[in-house]
């Protein structure tokens, strides 16, 4: 059995141990294990959500006996409200959240993949009601203006000794708008709709190649700054003189 088929193999078995719980109506899969399992692979974690019956959800969030069943549990905690993350003991991942039907209307996710659902249960539950906002990105002015800005006040974060600081606004924030400027020139294939930089390196070949300059690491930020700076400057982006002789200037100082 292959790892990807491993993992599908371990939901269906958190489907079997949420089906003889008693007061479950259905497991969605989410993600790689909803329905775009073709990028699943040894890496994945399992994300899902658990639908009970109404007024069964703290008794599914406070005893995680269903999903021990499945696997035994090596470690978890309650990250909000609705939901845990979890470690099974062989290695595999799982971050879920746990909700009753009359909740799915306010919640909003991506199309997720019916795993089990008990008899009766409409199998549109796995569409979202209030769907995901469409991910938007700002226009170019405001990005290279941004990612600017990011570059001189993180030199000079770097220069007065705040050297963590400096490394988040240069290597962080800057090349984040970086990648937003290439998202909206070129379009690739659409990301993950809560972080852009997720599978980059398959979306985004050209700035992938560049991110060891881009992202030296902590005693490398006048480096990362000029590296940037100069990505920019390929892109054709308009820069302004001064802001650009000043980030000059902080690197090398």
Partial sequence: MSPSEALLTRLDT???SLAASGQALALIGLGSVGRETARLDAWSDLDFFAIVEPCAKARYLDH?????????????????????????????FCEFAVFEPQELAAIPF????????RDGVDPAIVEPRRPLPAATLPDETWIVG??????????QRWQRGEKLSAMRL???HALDRLIELDTLRAAPA????????????????????????????YTQT????????AALERRGALLNGAVVARIHALADG
């Fill in 146 to 155: 941004e990612a600017l800005s990011n570059l001189l006040v993180g030199l």
């Fill in 170 to 172: 240069v290597q962080g």
């Fill in 222 to 229: 006048p480096a990362a700054a000029l590296a940037l700076l």
């Fill in 110 to 117: 991506a199309p997720g993949r019916l795993v089990w659902a």
């Fill in 14 to 16: 958190i489907a079997r």
């Fill in 64 to 92: 995680l006996d269903w999903l021990d069943a499945a696997h035994p549990l090596a470690w978890h905690f309650r990250n909000t409200a609705d939901g845990h993350k979890a470690l099974m003991a062989d290695g595999v």
């Fill in 190 to 217: 659409p990301g993950d709709p809560f972080n852009r930089e997720r599978r980059l390196e398959a979306r985004q070949a050209t700035l992938a190649a560049e991110l060891p300059a881009l992202a030296p690491g």
